[in-house]
């Protein structure tokens, strides 16, 4: 659990609607906090053995969870499953206050995006779309890098509240911004990590000491984030952690259309795509997306 502080904020009453491996920790800051936080999750069992563990409220349907919420904060799936909290009968929409604001931290489509927007905008509502990086422990340890695309003063609203989970939220524009500034980060990772699981790969056949290899190359230009947390792992062959392979390829799979819209040519993603499509076939869909060295073994 992270032991990290809290920059003093008042109170505010939120919900958050989807405690996966994301949402679970990220509404556990919400409520350490000091914010009055009602959750939702489609098993409704974990939304009660969170309420158990933070004392907080599970709610029965998203619309009971944003009722009186002065923000929803939504992580889940895709957006099939994102429409399905926000909109119809039980949905968030319905049941938030005139002036509330719904903060989708789901990684979906732009065009996903433009369209709650739009629905909230119509019913008197406020829509950021906040798509997230750092991972798991990014969000057990409250340092995410949130996205964010939306109405300026809704985020300056939003901002405070969500700096209880993150180190970095940042406004890049209008709405669907926050989802293609992600689209720009899983673009760069995806051939960061072919890059780096080929030289791996490369050294590991020419019989050198990888781990004193990365050790002296992660000092220079070669350096990033994932040479340095995820290449020593990579050499031991160990994948049980991290983002999984399934979900690397359902965020490659909206570049990729979002290239064929705007007419962005990434090659080289559309190639790590099918590298990752080599290992689901493999039955590596769970394992981390650091495993494309497997293929290269």
Known sequence: MSTRTYDPIAPQTVAFLGLG????????????????????????SKAAAWATEHGGTAAATPKAAADGADLVFCCVGNDDDLRSVALGEHGAFAGMK???IFVDHTTASAAVARELSAQAR????QFI???VSGGNLGAVNGALTVMCGG???????????????ARAVTLLGS????QLAKMVNQTAIAGLLQGLAEAIAFGERAGLDMDAVLAVIGKGAAQSWQMDVRGPTMIADQFDFGFAVDWMRKDLGLVLDEA???????PVTALVDQFYADLQAKGGGRQDTSSLVRRLR
Not at 27 to 41: D, E, F, K, P, S
Not at 122 to 125: E, P, W, Y
Not at 260 to 266: D, E, H, I, L, T
């Open 151 to 165: 109405d300026a003063a809704a985020f300056e609203a939003m901002r405070p509240v969500a700096l209880s989970f």
């Open 21 to 44: 491996v994301m949402g679970h920790p990220m509404a556990g800051h919400l409520a350490r906090a000091g914010h009055r936080v009602a959750v939702y999750n489609r098993t409704a």
């Open 260 to 266: 064929r819209r705007n007419g962005a040519q990434v």
């Open 98 to 100: 005139p002036g509330a």
């Open 122 to 125: 119509s019913r008197g509502l």
């Open 129 to 131: 779309d906040a798509p």
């Open 175 to 178: 709405s669907g911004a926050g």
